[in-house]
């Protein structure tokens, strides 16, 4: 069986708050179930865990890469791995962001190589940035 995860079961799982949301997270996610998540949720639980608990990039980046390497975990319409790969191109600096990043792993995973983007710091990796059109 496959469900999608929503955005607050995902962060009661990073989190651990509040304790008893995050116990019934944790036996959904440790599980054996099929999960997926979407590139929306990936990047609300950035804002959220960002925003609200004030979680340095960095250490939302590495609990998110840790969450895609359980093999119960999958990514809905994307390649988990080029989402990895994306989320990765994110930690260093603050060159990358990330939903330009999952843009990126959406291009790559659907096979759709072109994009258009003003923005002149886009990833181009595997992928045509067209600035002028």
């Known amino acids: 069986m496959s469900a999608l995860l929503d955005t607050n079961v995902v962060v009661r799982y990073l989190t651990g708050d509040p304790p008893d949301q995050a116990d019934k997270a944790a036996k959904l996610i440790e599980g054996d179930n099929g999960l997926l998540l979407t590139d929306v949720v990936i990047a609300e639980v950035v804002y959220v865990l960002h925003s609200r608990y004030n ?21 809905l319409c994307l390649d988990k791995a080029l989402v990895v790969h994306a989320l990765l191109l994110c930690r ?4 990358v962001g990330i939903p330009d990043a999952l843009v ?19 990833q181009e990796d595997g992928v045509e940035v067209r600035r002028s059109f």
């Open 92 to 95: 260093p600096s603050n060159r």
């Open 104 to 122: 990126w792993a959406a291009a790559r995973s659907s096979g759709v190589h072109v994009v258009y983007s003003f923005d002149g710091k886009f």
């Open 55 to 75: 979680t340095p990039r960095e250490a939302i980046i590495d609990s998110l890469v840790e969450l895609l390497s359980r093999e119960s975990i999958g990514v």
